[in-house]
């Protein structure tokens, strides 16, 4: 089976690029992760309104509490 490959960002498609430009702008790079997603626009579009929301909806010290929790630490 082959793999899918993971577009560079000038491959991205049209639709795409701004979304990726923005990610580029908040990390200072594309993970491969919203790189490979960008072959969806849609999907890249609806991960980006769920960041966007829950950034809104939850503040810093609970969103790096989960972060924290999610990787294995102990309250």
């Known amino acids: 089976m ?5 577009p560079k960002g000038e491959d991205a498609r049209e ?3 701004p979304i990726l430009d923005n ?3 908040m990390l200072g790079f594309v993970p491969n ?3 490979l ?9 609806g991960w ?6 829950l950034a809104k909806t ?3 010290k609970t969103r790096d509490g989960m972060r924290w ?3 294995g630490g102990r309250v």
């Open 37 to 45: 997603t960008s072959i969806s626009p849609n999907a890249l579009c």
């Open 69 to 71: 929790r999610c990787r």
């Open 58 to 60: 939850l503040d810093v």
């Open 33 to 35: 992760l919203q790189r």
């Open 2 to 6: 082959p793999r899918i490959a993971i």
């Open 48 to 53: 980006a309104t769920l960041m966007g929301t």
């Open 15 to 17: 639709e795409s690029r």
């Open 23 to 25: 990610v580029d702008k």
